[in-house]
């Protein structure tokens, strides 16, 4: 059974720039969470989907950020535009009902000059 | 405010003895706890986790402790091996809430296994 994957494993762009991650979760996990660890701290919360559905996105640090995920199987989390403050790694979980264990992509590593 | 806290940044055993791992949290409404491993230029790798109406899981060389009077949980491996050397994540969340299934991470421990 295959993990979840994260596309890219790296993004380095310009400040100001869009830069679109996308995350395939484990097949038939309805729950895909997305996570951020900006250097030194500690990995945090930033939305949780059930299926195509939003549950909570009380961890998005303002209106740059868009997460999306249409027919509820991979998702996409843009940042436009992109500040310094964004960098960081990009994770992403999913499980297969609620509450169950969260299972970890590789992470995508964003770096905004 | 951080809600799960791992004091610790790091730790270094030798190989074959006792590694432990604290963690304490401050949220009372914690109700489920995991341990993460993680590997540079990895995701975290879900290790072992402990409901809130235990106080020992035990899975392997891999045993979860959890003392809910003190909000303190610890995580030993008995014996450590050089390939348990990787940063360990403490992680909690409140699973009764019903909405809420979000993990507060702590920053990690770096544990050093030594041949």
């Known amino acids: 059974e295959a993990g979840v994957t994260q596309f890219p494993s790296h993004s380095v762009i310009e400040k100001g720039q869009t830069v679109t991650l996308r995350c395939d979760p484990i097949s038939g996990h309805d729950n895909l969470y997305w996570y951020r660890r900006v250097m030194g701290k500690e990995i945090k919360f930033l939305l949780h989907?059930?299926?195509?559905?939003?549950?909570?996105e009380s961890g998005m640090p303002n209106n740059r950020f868009l997460a999306e995920r249409t027919g509820g199987t991979y998702s996409t989390l843009k940042v436009q535009p992109a500040e310094l403050e964004d960098s960081g790694v990009y994770f992403c979980a999913s499980s297969q009902e609620t509450g169950d264990t969260q299972y970890f992509g590789p992470g995508t590593r964003l770096t905004v000059l | 405010d951080q809600q799960v806290k791992q004091n610790s940044p790091s730790l270094s055993v030798q190989e074959g003895r006792i590694s432990i791992l604290n963690c304490d949290y401050t949220?009372?409404?914690?109700?489920?706890f995991l341990w993460y491993k993680k590997y540079p230029a990895e995701g975290p790798t879900f290790l072992i986790s402990i409901s809130s109406i235990k106080d020992k899981n035990e899975d392997g060389r891999f045993t979860v402790f959890l003392n809910k009077s003190a909000k303190h949980l610890s995580l030993h491996i008995v014996p450590s091996q050089p390939g348990d050397s990787a940063v360990y994540f403490c992680a909690a969340s409140d699973i009764s809430g019903g909405s809420n299934y979000k993990l507060t991470f702590g920053k990690g421990t770096l544990l050093t296994v030594n041949p």
């Open positions: 949220n009372s409404m914690f109700d489920y």
């Open positions: 989907f059930v299926k195509e559905s939003k549950q909570d």
